[in-house]
């Protein structure tokens, strides 16, 4: 006969039934029907250990401090269910350790099924146990995870390298999407960077899980309103259950980029400037330098056309030269000299009347340029600005820009375009000098005495060396009296043989050669420092001098001063490589400073460097509160203080907005650069007071060693700003060293 289904065909001794619970549970006790436990028995791995429910006998586990852990539960629920004699399961308890227990915390997960006699009165409990301290560690790190995710205002992506499907998103991910977090999740990474194909990221991410370190691209979206945005993603392999899961981190930099554009377009018209003023010192004509300044000045990138207008011997203003699509027009322009001709009111022929720059930046809705409007519109011309060329003081010729853009000469422009007029006009003089200086040299052939009377009269000087190449002769007017000590020293003795004196041009070496080739020379650079420790720069011609038959007399010529033209070049120079606003060296000049440093590192093991990545905590918070202009008046204090705890070979440099970069050299290990980080931090302790606004700001620094934790610049940078991004993640007004491990573990 078969048995009944359900019922076992024999008995179960009570050590299998023992046996079989042991499979199950680390835990057996039971209750009495105050739920107090009456006796308990334990697993065979527990038997050989401690029992942390030692104390239950004769209690119940909330008299011992068990703690209901698990989400939706709660003790009174579960009373509400012992009450009513219901079984419950999983019910998960943080068990109460002793101080001086190795382990941290024990949870246990509880299973319980009533008693009841055979006359059906409630006897208790039977309670089943099992450890589940490692699962529930799991659990709270995720959960830990996720909120630390979700509090980020970053955008992060976990990503199956398997399926390439996000596993999950924090919610400034999904709310930058603009879609649902569930649509986000089905699109996956393909969709977030339609930019790389499949078969690329599958290669970026499997050399992540090969390599490891960090990738890093940059990538163009579109925000909700479709407006263009910039991306930055850093991402990771890690392995989570034998699973190998991607961890990106992505951030907005839309607004680092447009900075960097708006820089790097003033550094091409800063860098078109310093070409300007290079055309204006090769130029040796009228012509030659109109056509240089227009090419130059169309490198910068802002403009459609430059042209130069010069009167004709016809009585109109005509272009003489220029650069840009729109030229094939210029013919057709035509502006008279006479001020009160309608054509000779718009921006040319303004300019040169008044002697004074005229800006247009809505070029067809302007009235002054009405007469031209039907041909800028051919042209496209939407803004203009004209200056005047000035020799003497006059206009001399006009100097126009053409923009197939409105608004592009802002304040900014303007004063660089002036800039540019300024060293045309300075070239100009040059060469009306110039033709003065021939005629003078022609009046010194045929009669010396006149000509050293006529560099009495100018801005030159006269000068005469010997066969041994000895000053004999420096004539002109010489101001100061250290200025004519100087000269008076010098004389009878050649010229590299005073420190005061150095060649810009050439070595000395190569100058004394050049003298004994007796051949001419042109526009040989001096510069000159005084007892009062004032610089001139001084620029040399001069000629051999021949005696009737042929034998070498010495060297005479002339020198100019040209200390103010210098100090134009090196103020231009400054301006392409410096930060406007603070002053500190910009990103060019960061740059150029990092990669001296690398290649003095690379070339001599004694030279160490490192570097501090700096980001100042809630910067945008008092932008947003106060607005830009105490913003900017903020960066400008938080550049004096980056600077003062720093040492003489030290370097702060601003790379764009809140962002700083400290260069120190010699950087020889850690322990010397901690206290330079501390006294940063302490720069900022109790907060910022600009204006009588109160700031409340810290820094953030992250620090990266070269030679130590990283071998080239980039990855210097890329360590530092790492480092920075975990100072800010254990509190800010903090800094930290570059460490792989920690990096690692903050990406997973």
Known sequence: MKPVLGTPASPISEDEFWSLIRLYADYYWQEDSSFQCTQMRLSSDRQEGVNPLHTLLGSTLWDIGCLVSGRGQSWRQH??????????HELICKVPLPEDSDIPSLYISINGRP??????????????????????????????????MDMSGDMIYLIDRKTLQYLDVNTTAWKNSGMTREALLKAGPLLASPQESRDALERRYDRLIIEGGTSRIEHQSMDAGGNPLYLETYSRASSIDGNWIIIAVTRNITRRKRMEETTQKLHQMYSSLSETNAASLRATSEEELYRSICDAALKGGKFAMACIFAPDNTGN????????RQAENLPNVIVPLDASDTRAQGLIGSAYHGARACVS???????????????????????????????QGKAVSVLLFYAIEKDVFDEEIVKLLQSMADNVSFALENFSNERQRKNAEDILRENEERFRSLTHLSSDFFWEMDSQFRLQTYEGRIAGDSNTQAVAAIKGHTPWGFDSLACASLTWKEFEALLRSH?????????????????????????????????????????RDITE?????????????????????????????????????????????????????????????????????????????????????????????????????????????????????????????VQGVFCDISVSIGISLFGQDAHDEETLLQHADAAMYLAKQQGKDNYCFYDEALVSAQAS
């Open 79 to 88: 009373l509400t269910d012992r009450k009513l004699q219901r079984e419950f």
């Open 115 to 148: 008693r009841y006699s055979p006359e059906g009165e409630f006897l208790g409990y039977h309670c089943l146990a099992r450890e589940i301290t490692e699962q529930m560690e799991t659990e709270n790190s995720l959960r830990r995870f996720r909120a630390a």
């Open 317 to 324: 203003l005509v272009a003489v030269a220029s650069a840009g």
């Open 361 to 391: 930046n809505d070029y067809l809705a302007d009235p002054r340029t009405s007469y031209w409007h039907q041909l800028g519109e051919h042209d496209q011309v939407a803004s203009a600005a004209s200056f005047p060329l000035l020799c």
């Open 519 to 559: 051949e001419r020379f042109k526009d040989i650079e001096f510069s000159f420092s005084n007892d009062e420790g004032v610089v001139y720069h001084l620029s040399i011609n001069g000629e051999p001098v021949f005696t009737c038959d042929g034998k070498f007399q010495g060297y005479r010529g002339i020198a």
């Open 565 to 689: 033209r210098r100090r134009i070049s090196n103020r231009i120079q400054y301006l392409a490589t410096h930060d406007n606003l603070t002053g500190l060296p910009n990103r060019t000049k960061f740059n150029e400073l990092l990669e001296n440093n690398s290649k003095l590192a690379q070339q001599h093991d004694g030279h160490t460097f490192a570097l501090f990545f700096i980001d100042v905590d809630r910067f945008k918070k008092v932008n947003d509160s106060h607005g830009h202009h105490i913003g900017d008046v903020l960066l400008q204090e938080i550049a004096r203080r980056l600077k003062h705890p720093l040492r003489t070979g030290d370097t702060v440099a601003r790379l764009a907005g809140d962002e700083f970069v400290i260069l120190l050299s010699p950087a020889k290990d850690r322990a010397e650069l901690i206290p330079i980080a501390d006294k940063v931090l302490k720069a900022f302790h109790g907060g910022v007071t």
